[in-house]
């Protein structure tokens, strides 16, 4: 079965303490990773996109990676306005039917001045 | 700046009542899609729309119908309301089908 595991659940770091967000997944064939942010009481909003293994992509602070197995979200020096959830979603390849997101549940990301 | 708007932030219905959800986007995308989420469960697909007139069961559509009348807007029709489907309900929208979606603030639905 399709699955898509984000690890930690829950993160609390002070500011400017650097970690990394894990997002694991078993599919049959991958055609793109997503990463999304999610602050309270909004929608999900577009962070990043990721193809192939090797791939990179940055944004500020957010430096998000893949393997074939599981993508890394790095958060550099965070500071308090990097507190939301983070979101990982997969498409999955199923040879031509339709690829829908497979998202994961999430990492609640606090980061405390 | 793009925007996909939601017509109600909150809502409070009655068991049995219909309820109507509305979503409009200003982007002129082909794809929209109605998500709820739940806490550890994640979002979870009910109902996609590649074209006007076209739309395509998700992963959860039961209890649930959606209309697209016009390209810009997308509708969630619970015919019969139930507690089970108290929930937060987000609208988005898609240039190029599953890439890059761009979501609406979400209606958190309350069935009483």
């Known amino acids: 079965e399709d699955q898509v595991t984000q690890s930690p659940e829950a993160l609390r770091l002070q500011e400017g303490e650097s970690s990394s967000l894990n997002c694991s997944y078993t599919?049959?064939?991958?055609?793109?990773l997503f990463w999304y942010r999610q602050d309270p009481g909004k929608g999900p909003e577009f962070l990043f996109t990721l193809y192939s293994a090797g791939e990179e992509k940055e944004k500020e602070r957010l430096k998000a990676t893949l393997t074939k197995k599981e993508s890394f979200l790095h958060i550099t020096a965070p500071k308090p306005e990097d507190s939301a959830t983070y979101l990982c979603?997969?498409?999955?390849?199923?040879?031509?039917?339709?690829?829908?997101?497979?998202f994961g549940t999430g990492t609640l990301l606090a980061v405390q001045p | 700046d793009v925007k996909v708007t939601q017509s109600s932030r909150y809502l409070v219905k009655r068991t049995g009542e219909k309820v109507f959800l509305e979503c409009v986007q200003d982007?002129?995308?082909?794809?929209m899609f109605w998500y709820r989420q739940d806490p550890g469960l994640g979002l979870r697909l009910i109902y996609f729309s590649y074209d006007v007139k076209m739309k395509e069961k998700g992963d959860i559509p039961e209890g649930y119908s959606v209309s697209r009348e016009k390209k810009e807007r997308f509708s969630l029709i619970l015919e019969s309301a139930s507690t089970n489907q108290t929930s937060m309900y987000l609208c988005?929208?898609?240039?190029?089908?599953?890439?890059?979606?761009?979501f609406g603030s979400g209606t958190q639905l309350s069935v009483l």
């Open positions: 982007m002129d995308h082909e794809n």
């Open positions: 599919v049959s064939g991958l055609r793109g």
């Open positions: 988005a929208s898609s240039l190029i089908h599953w890439e890059k979606l761009f």
């Open positions: 979603a997969v498409q999955a390849d199923y040879g031509g039917a339709t690829n829908k997101l497979i």
